[in-house]
């Protein structure tokens, strides 16, 4: 599976907002000409594409730390810095985007739309902005908030209308193949197929289904035997199964206990995936026996499935199967797109470090868990504000500006959140 790798883990980095100017206005013949520091520029976002020219991870083995550029400092004469430029991450349609510690789904790459995984820190205020009537000369600004950063795991789930099951070497390289464009590589021992194969079977010019090969499986893979379970993922989005079946027992095993220990191995990975719907395909007729045929046929639509005989390598049988495919594809819903679950309120992180500066009578707080606490609050909302203070006293915040010196009615600043102190 060297050119293969469908789950990674990676650390993204958004960039730090720039810091604010402080700066005051100087020209000839001009006095005091009051503040002009200029705000820090935004921070650059990391952004996830879909890139249907990549069908696997592998490109995130060598590199797994992404870091968009800060945003520039604010300059003199009201300049605003630079923004940081986003870094932009490419990969394959289908990809899930996981938190890597609480394993909860951020994003389905599934759509065309750009995703921005973590946001960029905001540009600090110059200290254009503090100048009030009693504060003409201020000499502080803000500084830039922190880019959001993240571990997450990204994994691939194939985009697929329908999965090919089997044994290995029941012949669904050889089918798909014929069928599809899709060129895998063929031979005649186990485990050929170390990568799933996409292909697009065309039934007409307007009519058409993916189809993945899923490599092999083998007794047991559930559990991790074999390669098959590295793949059983793949199988999820599928919304039909094909079950391939050497019905020629050319490798001396039984088709029926074949078919019996795959699903069992679907059962035991996801109950769910043993009750998608099934067509069964009876290959290699063409070296079986008539009685082979006929006993498995009995065998599968005594459980109620429908079963084609056909021949991969002579492509005998084939159209039919495809046709009846097709058209049970479009009977079915459209292919599962998984929905984002929602970020917990509840403060993930043990690190509650408050700092208070005072720069002319304005208190300053920073903590990085403060931004998840403002990022969390609806602050046009009372219930939600009432929550948000109850936040800065159960977490010592409010102690912390007490120890400051902090009087009623004193402006209090906690990145883009600013109020008056009141006791």
């Not at 069992?264 to 009876?282: G, N």
Request: with cysteine.
């Amino acid at each position: 599976m060297a050119d293969f790798v469908d789950i990674v883990k990676i650390h993204i980095k958004a960039g730090d907002g720039g810091n604010g100017a402080v700066s005051f206005h100087r020209e000839k013949y001009v006095a005091s000409g009051g503040p002009d520091g200029g705000d820090g520029g935004k921070g650059g976002n990391v952004v996830f594409v879909v890139d249907d020219h990549v069908n696997t991870l592998i490109d995130f083995r060598y590199k797994r730390k992404f870091v968009a550029q800060n945003g520039a400092n604010g300059g003199s004469k009201k300049c605003t810095g630079k923004s940081g430029e986003s870094i932009t991450i490419r990969v394959p349609r289908g990809t899930l985007i996981k938190d890597a510690n609480t394993g909860r789904l951020i994003k389905d790459m599934s759509d065309s739309e750009p995703f921005i995984a973590a946001k960029g820190g905001k540009g600090g205020a110059g200290n254009v902005h503090f100048a009030t009537a009693t504060r003409q000369t201020p000499r502080f600004a803000k500084v830039g908030t922190p880019g959001e950063e993240y571990d997450i795991t990204l994994e691939l789930k194939l985009l697929a209308d329908v999965g090919l099951l089997g044994f290995p070497n029941v012949g669904k390289s050889t089918l798909i193949s014929v069928v599809s464009a899709a060129k895998p590589k063929i031979a005649n021992y186990h485990f050929t197929t170390l990568t799933p194969n996409l292909g697009v079977v065309k039934i007409a010019d307007d009519a058409s289904f993916v189809m993945a090969d899923i490599p092999g499986l083998i007794e047991g893979a559930s559990e991790g035997q074999g390669l098959g379970h590295y793949f059983l993922r793949h199988v999820d989005r599928c919304r039909l199964l094909v079950h391939l079946v050497d019905v020629a027992s050319s490798e001396g095993r039984d088709p029926i206990s074949d078919f019996e220990i795959i699903n069992s191995e679907l059962e035991r990975y996801d109950s769910e995936l043993a009750k998608r719907p099934q067509i069964v395909a009876a290959n290699k007729a063409d070296i079986a026996e008539p009685e082979q045929v006929e006993r498995f046929r009995e065998y599968i639509e005594g459980k109620g499935l429908e079963m084609f005989v056909i021949s991969a390598a002579t492509a005998q049988g084939t159209r039919e199967l495809i046709n009846r495919v097709y058209e049970r594809v479009c009977e079915l819903p459209p292919v599962t797109v998984y929905e984002s679950e929602p970020e917990p309120i509840v403060l993930e992180t043990d690190d509650k470090t408050v700092t208070v500066t005072v720069e002319d009578g304005v208190y300053f707080v920073e903590g990085k868990w403060l931004l998840r606490a403002i990022a969390n609050t609806n602050f046009g909302d009372y219930e939600s504000v009432q929550y948000f203070q109850r936040i800065l006293r159960d977490n010592g915040v409010i102690d912390k500006l007490e120890e400051a010196g902090v009087q009623e009615d004193d402006l209090v600043s906690i990145y883009d959140i600013e109020f008056r102190f009141i006791n």
